[in-house]
């Protein structure tokens, strides 16, 4: 199991065992990585896992399911779920049900099972998306920032950082409870819309929100998960 799934006890230690047998990590790597599993495991268990849930299941900014960042809700993410999915069958590696293809820690743990330059070249693949959760991370003063930092070096690649941070520097925050209301009631809309609903209510309610910047989604079409 990957480090960035859900916080327990069980997952830490095999962590903790990765990292003492680790060859691929640069000592100040291995440090950083160290105190950050050190935190995590100093922590009541509940508390860490609310927190995981607040940082990567609120909003789309922070989501570990890679092609939030890329498809959005378009229909291309249906076919890029369906080739990932090829991907893995093609690795051996078999789904659970309630498993989505695209999260992050399941497709790090598919790259585990690989040789070390395929490994390197999937984590090229998205290495885009590592940088902007990178970026959001650290707005948000957040410790798995280093994490992401980590998966960059590893993939050998360097990521301008200072581009990433300008870019969403005027971005939203989706996962506030104002955000997370304006999702709700913007569900509202399409259905009442679906259900005859007058255009002037649904305009009302557009210009309502006018002024929000949403998050940023990534063009890879030069590489990584399509």
């Given at each position: 199991?990957s480090i960035l799934?859900?916080?327990?006890?069980?997952i830490?230690?095999?962590c903790?065992?990765?990292?003492?047998?680790?060859e691929?990590?640069?000592?100040?790597?291995?440090?950083?990585?160290?105190?950050?599993?050190?935190?995590?495991?100093?922590?009541?268990?509940?508390?860490?896992?609310?927190?995981?849930?607040?940082?990567?299941?609120?909003?789309?900014?922070?989501s570990?399911?890679?092609?939030?960042?890329?498809h959005g809700?378009?229909?291309?993410?249906?076919?890029?779920?369906?080739?990932?999915?090829?991907?893995?069958?093609?690795?051996?590696?078999?789904l659970?049900?309630?498993?989505?293809?695209?999260?992050l820690p399941?497709?790090?743990?598919?790259?585990?099972?690989?040789?070390?330059d395929?490994?390197?070249?999937?984590?090229k693949?998205?290495?885009?998306?590592?940088?902007?959760?990178?970026?959001?991370l650290q707005q948000?003063?957040?410790?798995?920032?280093?994490?992401?930092?980590?998966l960059?070096?590893?993939?050998?690649?360097?990521?301008?950082?200072?581009?990433?941070?300008?870019?969403?520097?005027?971005?939203?925050?989706?996962?506030?409870?104002?955000?997370l209301?304006?999702?709700?009631?913007?569900?509202?809309?399409?259905?009442?819309?679906?259900?005859?609903?007058?255009e002037?209510?649904?305009?009302?309610h557009?210009?309502r929100f006018?002024?929000?910047?949403?998050?940023?989604?990534?063009?890879?079409?030069?590489g990584?998960p399509?």
């Open positions: 199991m799934t859900l916080p327990c006890g069980s830490s230690r095999r903790w065992r990765a990292l003492a047998s680790s691929k990590l640069v000592a100040e790597d291995a440090r950083k990585l160290g105190d950050f599993l050190r935190d995590l495991t100093a922590r009541d268990v509940l508390d860490a896992q609310a927190d995981y849930s607040e940082l990567f299941d609120r909003g789309r900014a922070t570990l399911l890679l092609f939030e960042h890329v809700e378009s229909r291309d993410r249906g076919q890029a779920m369906v080739d990932l999915m090829a991907q893995y069958e093609r690795h051996g590696l078999e659970d049900s309630n498993e989505l293809p695209d999260h399941l497709y790090l743990e598919s790259l585990a099972q690989l040789p070390e395929e490994a390197i070249a999937g984590l693949d998205v290495a885009p998306i590592l940088g902007l959760l990178s970026a959001r948000r003063e957040s410790r798995y920032a280093a994490l992401f930092e980590l960059l070096k590893l993939a050998d690649t360097r990521v301008d950082s200072q581009k990433v941070a300008e870019k969403i520097a005027d971005e939203a925050r989706d996962d506030t409870p104002q955000a209301d304006a999702v709700w009631e913007e569900e509202q809309v399409k259905f009442f819309a679906d259900k005859g609903c007058g002037s209510e649904i305009a009302a557009q210009r006018a002024g929000a910047v949403a998050p940023q989604y990534l063009d890879i079409s030069n990584g399509q």
